[in-house]
């Protein structure tokens, strides 16, 4: 590999694996060795509009030529009508009077979301889960339960971890046809036992999905609602990666009867065409700073071109129908997965899906899953594989075809049948 001058992120450089890509065409990547990829994961899960979208570009360049520099307290049409929009899609407490706080990504849009927190509560704690992932930076990986956060502990103070909805390998030793959603209930004893008022919020993620697409009981967020209502803690979606139609609907917290405090995204606002995170703060939050100093801000808040970008990724996902695209094929990549599971006798796999947000979880050795890693590069086939964790997640664009879709994963499953056949178990 050349000695590239700069980093590669979670990697040591010695075994990273650099792709350069040179395009795109909705649900393909091409790289400079003449390849097409079927893209299954969204390069980072950001990608829901799809590659080559000219309109998101032609947006970006129509905003530079009016508009291309901004300041944090400037207003423009962009700026208006994006956080509109996004009020808009957030529904009733938000379209009514709610507040969007601008970033440049997902773990900023965390960080200023436990911001507000700690100002509207004057509290301190902090509750997220073990399996979830909130960003990179200092708080974002406190409130991070996965591996990423353990070389930087202790990290921010009040951070308390609890256990997961992962309901294949219940924490509690449950099954989920009989259990009493202790994974639930369990984080409105956690903030008793924390101390009775004192959490300013709950962070969790409406499907953890870096994390293994840990699909929730219908049950969970509701009682989760009801523990936060009870305590006077605010209860934060984290929607960086659910959000913009990746489960279905326009947010993941949107399957349930539920109405969180805050909503935090980034990744399928602009779908990647710019660095652009929000936080969406319901009207009963946001009035506490009418007359209560916001004690947060960003140099780069609500830059001109990422706000041109994230409005016309709003108006493709509306013209295309992109969630309801999510919603129907979503049935169709969990019959794929069974399908694949399936052909893997004597295998213990796990299949969880919600949209197009899907998982095979497959218990088998490290080379087995290196073979797999193999197959799938020799298929052109791309999305997130991780043999430590035993996941094969997929992600796609929302602008998939079933025909894509099907055959895609289809040709996933004549490369995990070779992976994990009986001589690759651990």
Known sequence: ?????????????????????????????????????????????????????????????????KLCLSSPNAVFPAKVELAERLLALAGP???NGGKVFFTLGG??????????????????KLISRYRSYHGASMGALTLTGDWRRAPFE???????????????????????????????????ATMALEGARGTA?????????????LVPPA??????????????????????LTGFGRTGTAFGFQHWDVVPDMITCAKGLASGYATIGAVLVHERIARHFDANVLACGLTYYAHPT???AALETLNLYADEGSFANAARLGPVLRAELERVAARLPGVTSFVRSLGLLGVLEVEASPAAWATLGKELAARQLSLHVDGKRGTAIF????????????????????????????????
């Open 395 to 426: 992600a796609p664009p929302l602008c998939i075809t079933e025909e894509e879709l099907v055959g895609g994963l289809r040709s996933f499953g004549d490369a995990a049948a070779l992976a994990f056949a009986p001589g690759a178990l651990a």
């Open 219 to 240: 049950e969970y967020w509701p009682i989760v609602r009801r523990a936060c209502d009870a305590d006077g803690a605010l209860l934060i979606a984290d929607e960086v």
């Open 1 to 65: 590999m050349p000695d590239y001058p700069f980093f590669f992120t979670w990697s040591a450089q010695q075994a990273a694996k650099p792709i350069e890509i040179t395009g795109g065409d909705r649900a393909h990547f091409t790289t400079s060795d003449g390849g097409t990829w079927l893209d299954l994961g969204a390069l980072s899960y950001q990608v829901n509009a799809g590659h080559g979208r000219q309109r998101i570009v032609e947006a970006i360049k129509a905003q530079a030529d």
């Open 93 to 95: 407490g938000y379209a």
């Open 107 to 124: 773990a900023e849009a965390n960080e200023n979301a436990l911001k507000i927190a700690r100002q509207v509560t004057s509290r301190l």
């Open 154 to 188: 202790p990290g921010i103070p009040g951070v308390v971890h609890v256990q997961d909805c992962y309901c294949d390998r219940c924490p509690f030793g449950q099954r989920v046809e009989t259990c009493k959603r202790e994974c639930a209930t369990n984080i409105g």
């Open 306 to 308: 990422a706000c041109a």
């Open 201 to 213: 919020a709950v962070i969790l993620e409406p499907v953890p999905g870096a994390n293994g697409v």
